[in-house]
């Protein structure tokens, strides 16, 4: 429960994220909607993946798939073959067992967040937002990082922990959910970043506990400096390598061994990378030879 010192501030944060949508809130296709699939698909998609990647992607994923029902009855493999781009295919895997879920409840996502919360691939984030953004549920306050990070820099004083932040959201909503959180995330994504804000710029500046033009951000290594792997020699990049490869056919263990983007892998790391995408659902193994989920269905 906020103290009654902070009214001031609510109505405050309140009235300068309203009027600064008003002006300046992106134009994304999905805003365009109030269908829980198309919805959905577009706060899955977004988990992870930057919005100018999302926007074709999501169109044409909605071509092929126009429906739960049509996502349902698509082989795992289409449903990952159309996912590529994206990255995280085990995303297009949850997703699809999400429409075959939907489908076994007759065919709607329910108006409800904790029951949201039952079926595959969608948490405790996806669930609020989905309410807030296709139901317009006042009970909903998704939070993500970005958003996390506001609540965290406007209300300096409150507990920064998961829950209570989700708490402070949920109590702190106004009525109109839609509006509230896609300015929030919009404010989030251009302005008040996980690398700081530049004072006068962030329309929430007034609001911020400080006016560092910089927060520092990440962790240190010794001498102060991070060693960042580059994204070519990470696992993800090359689980991504042997997804895209399968898209095309089919191989043997031996063949996609021997493609040239993989040719820097022990045997070792191969096999554990072939490990994980099987434990994943996203790729199948008979004997010796590695194809996508459902290709030989």
């Not at 902070?6 to 600064?20: K, L, M, Q, S, Y």
């Not at 595959?120 to 984030?125: C, Q, V």
Request: with cysteine; net charge positive.
């Amino acid at each position: 429960m906020l103290k009654i010192s902070t009214a001031g501030r609510v109505d405050a944060f309140h009235a300068i994220v309203f009027a600064w949508f008003a002006k300046n809130g992106r134009d994304l296709p999905w805003r365009k909607t109030k269908s829980p699939y198309k919805i959905a698909l577009s706060e899955i998609m977004l988990q992870q993946t930057q919005v100018d990647r999302v926007i074709p992607k999501w169109r044409a994923f909605l071509l092929a798939f126009p429906t739960w029902a049509h996502l349902a009855n698509a082989s795992t493999a289409d449903v990952i073959r159309m996912w590529q781009g994206l990255g995280y295919n085990r995303r297009a895997v949850m997703l699809h067992r999400l429409a075959k879920s939907v489908v076994d409840l007759g065919g709607e996502l329910p108006n409800d967040i904790d029951a949201m919360k039952k079926l595959p691939g969608i948490g405790d984030y996806t669930a609020n937002a989905i309410a807030a953004f296709a139901f317009r549920n006042a009970s909903a306050a998704p939070v993500d990082t970005n958003i996390s990070r506001i609540f965290r820099r406007v209300f300096p004083r409150h507990k920064s922990d998961p829950k209570s932040i989700q708490r402070l959201a949920k109590s702190i909503a106004p009525r109109d959910v839609w509006t509230w959180n896609h300015a929030l995330m919009d404010i989030g994504a251009l302005h008040c970043s996980a690398r700081g804000h530049v004072w006068g710029l962030c329309p929430l500046a007034p609001l911020h506990g400080s006016k560092e033009k910089k927060e520092r951000v990440g962790g240190k290594g010794q001498g102060g400096q991070v060693k960042k792997m580059r994204f070519e020699e990470t696992d993800r990049y090359f689980r991504g390598r042997i997804v895209d490869a399968l898209r095309e056919s089919p191989m043997t263990l031996k063949k996609l061994r021997l493609r040239s983007e993989l040719a820097s892998l022990d045997e070792t790391r191969f096999s554990s990378l072939i490990s994980r995408l099987v434990h994943g659902g996203v790729v199948e193994q008979r004997k010796s030879t590695v194809f996508l989920a459902g290709d030989r269905d």
